[in-house]
């Protein structure tokens, strides 16, 4: 009976099975032909994160006569990891079309993902790894990381493509950075931007601000253990292996579009959720989500507010400190839309476009552009990732390499 069972699951899980679905970032790049290597940054606080590095594309071209590759460097958002710009087959993937276009291509990764598990003395089982939020992201993992690119290929500055999360860290370390460091980026093109929300989200406003104070006052004791947020790989895996088999993509892929709140616009390639599933979601804090709560409550990027008596100590002032995205004077060009139900274009032109000074350079409201069709759309490689490139070879003509 049971050997029926098991048989009957290997005939279920053993078809349509795609090879991406078992391979990690490094090596999916590697399977479609492409140049790849593999670069370790440890931070001041400890935390050694991997970045993924596609350095030539496939045709070895170089571009408007550079001597070196202008280098792109790619940040993922929540949830997320640097496989988020890998998902979908080489033409339409952002990672792939950037090496293709002649460019340096970076992909970073934050800690806590399947990249960033790794610390100098802290096991990830212990509550002392999981004390960070987006500060910590923005502050350590994404500022040493761009360092360790420039210093590694030589280049003064480099090109800035974020996703979401990936782009509030950016709003954030650009907010506290001065002039100096600002200059190390070139152009940031922010994907469904976000420093902040005008309107609740469930279920991030769900819970009245001393609740949340005092949930942040838990975490930080590491009373409830600060947890990481994770769907265990292994059910995430064989939820990816049940949606593999043919006949339950269809159940599959309706219940991720209506989670994704794409149901309508019909951009994602229905073939790949297995393999969007098996690299989705990656691990977050505890603390970080009740830090993008926080983001909700006040409409803006601050550090983490710890409480009065926290802040005192840690900041030298009782509210946490505001990141002022209106210091930002590297030149940042967002991509956004109306169908966009996580980073609301309302947000985006009451909250960015409002509070940026000179940095905002330009902007563009795409049509039917849900949050994650900007990494899975198959109409992103024509609407944002080609007029990034092109956006790109035009400051390089008018400015040099
Ligand atoms: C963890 O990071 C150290 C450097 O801090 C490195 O030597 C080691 O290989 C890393 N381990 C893993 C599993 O990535
Ligand atoms: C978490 O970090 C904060 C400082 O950033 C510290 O006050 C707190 O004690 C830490 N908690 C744990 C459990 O490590
Ligand atoms: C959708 O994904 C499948 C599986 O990877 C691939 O074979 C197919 O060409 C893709 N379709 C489109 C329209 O890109």
Redesign the pocket.
Known sequence: MRTAVNFIFFIVFAFGK?I?ETLDAADTISHYGYTVEKHYVTTDDGYTVQLQRIPVGRDDRSILGCSKRPVVFFMHGLFGSSYHFLL??PS?SAAYIFADAGFDVWLGNIRGTEYGLNHTSFSTNGVNFWNFSLYEHSHYDLRQQIEYVLDYTRHESLFYVGHSQGTAVMFARLAEADVTWQSKIRVFFALGPTAGFMKPLMPFTLLEENYLQALIQFALDGKFGILPVEIPRAIASKFADFCSSKFFTFLCSAGFKVAAGIETLGQV????IP?ILSHFPSATSTLNLLHWMQIFKYHELRRLDLGTARNLIAYGQKDAPRLEIGNIIAQTILYFSKDDQITDEVDVREIIMKQMGPGLIESYDLDHFTHFDFILG?RATDEVYKPIVYRIYKELKKKGC
Do not use: K, T
Not at 269 to 272: A, H, L, M, Y
């Open positions: 795609e991406e979908n087959l339409q390639n229905d073939s790949r393999i198959l």
